[in-house]
């Protein structure tokens, strides 16, 4: 588990409400509404017209081709490296979510063809060793999962189990014989009183709420029932799952199988305090009947996603010595199958190693690490010698180009399979090989859609920061039909994380916005992930602060260019990009408007009420608010409200437990009160991922795009 405050995992995602969008023209107090998906027309306080960004135009990217995208997830290669399965996504505009069916293709490019219905909901696939089954997971609308296996030669389907919670890691043996995963185990709160029951027919309300642990609730899954996770197994001609570990402690890291069948290796925080040490995981064995658990790792900090040598006798893991940093480089090592002569291998690589698989020799193993804003695919020695395999790897974050992606690797061949993803198109399968170190595009998801579009243009840039000199790395997203001798707004767009990247990948909304007529900036600012352990610190319990300067002498940089119009400067940015856009409005009156989402406003309160409290007061600040009072207050956006004179919209969503709307109610409030012209965006329904559902994205940025065009001063409607 890498330590990103509001991005916790690889896994990102997303729920919300259906709407589309309009501002009304009320200017100290707008009235917000929710009219149908008919009409994108956002009107324009400034000039009462509609603008041109419709869906009626053909040529460019808009709010409601949103629900034409399509995206590979998942890719999993044969063991003899010939095919290619994965989980093609799409959106339901009927249903406003997501459709999730599982492809083939040949490595070749050939053959590509559906496996399952898209009603299905599918996911999870699994080849067998020896490829001849594909195991998958159909998930129920509602909770629960079945566990099926395919033969693939005939394409006969059985279902193995029936399971009341869905399954994760699901993982063959080496004999093909069984299966391992993990699930969720439910049980009852140890209480010592009761209350009298209501009578046949009697409404008393709701359930209360009983809690008693310091994690109670979690983004994107509410309420935390009470229960753990553990492992299960189970013939692969199905039966009856055995659970094999159990305890009030949680199992649902990587499971690995010992080369012989007889154990399994997996990773979890099996601490009895595990909720205030969240970073202390290690890895673990147990036999496949179930019995002893053996800890193999026992240092202060994670070690996770083991996977074991062809030969059986070494385990190649992840992880790090906690030193309580905000950000800190996640290492790979290794160590005997007993346990013994732990070493470091990836000492001297400054980045993130992650998800590490061996190559079929046992030489070396390849992994996924970002740099400089891409995610690429390497390989390493066990002498700890990195090449560069493959780079453009991500895709799978929609809305906004975060970095991420998913890749496996063939066990027999050494070719391996990946989700490309370019500016111009989101995650497609790949497929590449360490012998030729080249790769090859096998899909086109989006071709009957983006074939018939102009999208907008990418420019990377450099500059150096105001504050230190230091090189700060950006992007600049030209609107279609770019023309340099033209004057443009300029929105700058800011990442959350803030131990995350943006890169040159596919992001619906900043094509949206550029697509609207906006030149549209963002950058990796200090901090960011993919520079190194030391870039990433320069923000260590001093965010948010010197970012601040990165972001404006990107602005100034931007500026030299003369299409920039300097009097249509605006600013927007999610999670820890709301943070930054609240500081900056605290900071800075250049803008015309800004809309901060989803932020921390309030530090000290947002250690008491977010999902992830122990890592709020172990790694982003040095100890607890009533300790630290000056740092909480002098690093909060709401000490600096008093300041703020830019126009202000604050969204956020209802049940978002990441950053609590608590947080972004403070700073609306604030403005209220000093009459500073602003409005308050709550989406009900909605988690920290505002922008899930697509109904959602095209309101997002509908509201954005409203709430600048009311302030833009040049009396040009934006033309897509």
């Not at 002498?383 to 493959?390: C, D, I, N, R, W």
């Not at 990433?536 to 602060?545: E, F, S, T, V």
Request: some cysteine.
């Amino acid at each position: 588990m890498s330590c990103k405050l509001f991005r916790i995992s690889a896994v990102l995602l997303f729920t919300l409400f259906i709407s589309f969008i309009t501002v009304a023209q009320t200017k100290a107090s707008p009235a917000v509404q929710k009219p149908g998906l008919k009409s994108e027309g956002i009107i324009n306080s400034k000039t009462s017209q509609t603008n041109t960004f419709s869906a009626n135009d053909s040529t460019h990217f808009t709010l409601k081709k949103i629900f034409d995208l399509q995206w590979a997830s998942d890719p999993q290669i044969s063991p003899d490296g010939k095919e290619v399965v994965f989980i093609r996504n799409s959106y339901d505009i009927m249903s406003d979510g997501e459709r999730h069916s599982l492809w083939i293709i040949n490595s070749d490019g050939s053959g590509l063809r559906p496996i399952t219905d898209p009603e299905v909901n599918a996911g999870s696939p699994r080849w067998s060793p020896s490829g001849d089954r594909l195991l998958y997971v159909a998930r129920g609308k509602e909770h629960g999962a079945d566990i099926l296996v395919r033969w693939m030669d005939s394409g006969q389907t059985a279902r193995l189990a029936t399971l009341e919670h869905g399954p994760g890691e699901l993982t063959w043996s080496p004999k093909g014989d069984m299966i391992a995963f993990s699930m969720f185990v439910p049980s009852k709160p140890d209480l010592s009183f009761t209350v009298p029951n209501p009578p046949k027919g009697a409404d008393w309300g709701p359930q209360i709420k009983v809690i008693d642990r310091l994690v109670y609730r979690f983004n994107g899954r509410g309420y935390l029932p009470h229960g753990h996770t553990h492992l299960f197994v189970i013939p692969a001609e199905g039966g009856t799952p055995h659970q094999i570990t159990s305890g009030n402690v949680d199992d649902g890291g990587s499971l690995i199988w010992t080369r012989d069948g007889a154990n399994i290796i997996f990773s979890a925080n099996r601490h009895e305090d595990a909720s205030y040490v969240p970073l202390n995981s290690d890895i673990y064995e147990v036999p496949v009947e179930g019995g002893t658990v053996k800890t193999l790792t026992d240092r202060n900090g994670p070690d996770s996603n083991p996977v074991i040598s062809p030969d059986g006798s070494l385990i190649a893991y992840t992880g790090f010595d906690d030193r309580y940093q905000g950000y800190q480089v996640t290492k790979l090592y290794l160590m005997n199958r007993n346990g013994s002569n732990k070493r470091v291998v990836s000492g001297d690589f400054d980045r993130d190693v992650r998800n590490p698989q061996w190559d079929r020799n046992g030489k070396g193993l390849f992994f996924q690490y970002d740099d400089k804003g891409v995610t690429k695919i390497g390989y390493i020695t066990l002498q700890g010698k990195v090449s560069e395999l493959a780079d453009n790897i991500g895709g799978l974050s929609i809305g906004r180009p975060y970095s991420g992606g998913q890749y496996t690797v063939s066990p027999k061949t050494g070719e391996f399979a990946f989700t490309l993803t370019a500016p111009d198109h989101p995650a497609d399968i790949a497929v590449g090989s360490m012998d030729s170190k080249k790769s090859d595009r096998l899909t086109n998801l989006n071709a009957s859609l983006f074939d018939h579009l102009t999208l907008g243009s990418l420019e990377e840039i450099h500059f150096p920061s105001s504050y230190d000199k230091r090189d700060i790395e950006g992007w600049l997203l030209k609107p279609p039909g770019f023309d340099p001798s033209q004057k443009y707004p300029l929105i700058l767009e800011i990442h959350g994380g803030p131990f995350a990247d943006y890169g040159p990948r596919f992001s619906a909304e900043d094509q949206l916005y550029a697509a609207a007529g906006y030149v549209v900036l963002y950058i990796n600012p200090r901090g960011s992930t993919s520079y190194g352990e030391a870039f990433g610190n320069l923000i260590h319990h001093d965010y948010p602060d010197h970012d601040y300067e990165d972001l404006m002498s990107g602005v100034d940089e931007v500026l030299k260019r003369n299409y920039i119009d300097p009097d249509q400067l605006f600013v927007t940015g999610g999670s820890g990009g709301g943070v930054l856009t609240a500081w900056i409005v605290g900071h800075t009156n250049r803008f015309k408007a800004a809309v901060v989402a989803k932020p921390v406003i309030n530090w000290y309160s947002w250690v008491l009420t977010a999902d992830l409290p122990s890592l709020g007061v172990k790694y982003w600040f040095a100890g607890y608010p009533w300790d630290h009072l000056d740092n909480y207050i002098k690093r909060s956006p709401i000490t600096y409200a008093g300041n703020v004179k830019t126009p202000t919209m604050v969204m956020t969503g209802e049940e978002d437990y990441r950053t609590p709307s608590s947080d972004a109610e403070q700073f609306y409030e604030a403005l209220k009160l000093q009459k500073v012209p602003s409005v308050m965006i709550r989406i009900p329904d909605a988690n920290h991922h505002i922008a899930a559902k697509p109904s959602n994205m095209m309101a997002k940025v509908a509201y954005i795009l409203g709430w600048f065009e009311r302030y833009r001063t040049d009396q040009k409607t934006a033309k897509p």
